[in-house]
């Protein structure tokens, strides 16, 4: 049976496996380069974990279950269907730009997942990609918007998240704000939807 702890060596554990996996891969990171990162015997482990996978899969779950959390936050005060959107958009890029490390080993490691794990994982992101797509469908169905294929164009909106988490670094030619603000217009005017900019782009 899995334990889910919290605190203390149980979290170094947990943040010690997420930067290896991402370092070097699932695969190729070992329990005892683990431990030794946290500075325990490998033994030790098993303390806080059934194995590396459950390292794997605390990753997975964690990451889709802040995502959920912040979207559902992000557009729970409004009623306005392309506000909602907008914040929706919002919440997306920016989770993805500040969580690259969780998203990179989500999008790579999958395979890596017990079956069980693995599909428990899926329904989480399909969840998630139906809210992305009620909130598209919603503009559509008002007549604020359209689109030529509502699941298409949702596709699109998590594409751009895990492109975002891919590229993106603090300190580059766009600021977080800059960068949310021309994806979030790009979005907007794929659904021909047309709302004044934020900030002009140089």
Same mark, same amino acid.
């Given at each position: 049976? *899995?334990?889910?702890?919290?605190?203390?060596?149980?979290?170094? +554990?947990?943040? @010690?496996?997420?930067? #290896?996996?991402?370092?070097?891969?699932?695969?190729?990171?070992?329990?005892? =380069?683990?431990? *030794?990162?946290?500075? +325990?015997?490998?033994?030790?482990?098993?303390?806080?974990? $059934?194995?590396?996978?459950?390292? %794997?899969?605390?990753?997975?779950?964690?990451?889709?279950?802040? #995502?959920?959390? /912040?979207? @559902? !936050?992000?557009?729970?005060?409004? &009623?306005?269907?392309?506000?909602?959107?907008?914040?929706?958009? $919002?919440?997306?890029?920016?989770?993805? /730009?500040?969580?690259?490390?969780?998203?990179? +080993?989500?999008?790579? =490691?999958?395979?890596?997942? #017990?079956? =069980? $794990?693995?599909?428990?994982?899926?329904?989480?992101?399909?969840?998630?990609?139906?809210?992305?797509?009620? %909130?598209?469908? $919603?503009?559509?169905?008002?007549?604020? &918007?359209?689109?030529?294929?509502?699941?298409?164009?949702?596709?699109?909106?998590? @594409?751009? &998240?895990?492109?975002?988490?891919?590229?993106?670094?603090?300190?580059?030619? %766009?600021?977080?704000?800059?960068?949310?603000?021309?994806?979030?217009?790009?979005?907007?005017? !794929?659904?021909?939807?047309?709302?004044?900019?934020? @900030?002009?782009?140089?």
């Amino acid at each position: 049976m *899995s334990r889910t702890r919290t605190g203390g060596t149980a979290d170094a +554990i947990q943040e @010690a496996a997420a930067n #290896l996996f991402y370092e070097h891969g699932y695969a190729a990171t070992s329990l005892r =380069e683990i431990a *030794s990162a946290v500075g +325990i015997q490998v033994g030790s482990l098993y303390n806080h974990i $059934d194995g590396k996978h459950e390292l %794997l899969r605390n990753i997975m779950v964690r990451i889709m279950n802040e #995502l959920s959390e /912040a979207l @559902a !936050q992000a557009t729970q005060e409004t &009623g306005d269907p392309v506000e909602r959107l907008k914040r929706a958009l $919002d919440c997306h890029i920016r989770f993805h /730009a500040t969580h690259s490390r969780d998203v990179f +080993i989500g999008n790579t =490691e999958l395979r890596s997942l #017990l079956d =069980e $794990d693995r599909h428990a994982v899926i329904e989480q992101r399909d969840r998630y990609e139906r809210a992305l797509r009620s %909130l598209v469908q $919603d503009v559509c169905d008002r007549g604020l &918007g359209d689109a030529i294929d509502v699941r298409l164009q949702t596709y699109a909106i998590v @594409a751009i &998240g895990t492109h975002v988490a891919a590229w993106y670094r603090p300190g580059g030619s %766009l600021s977080l704000d800059e960068l949310v603000d021309a994806y979030t217009q790009t979005v907007l005017r !794929q659904l021909n939807v047309h709302t004044p900019t934020r @900030a002009a782009l140089p």
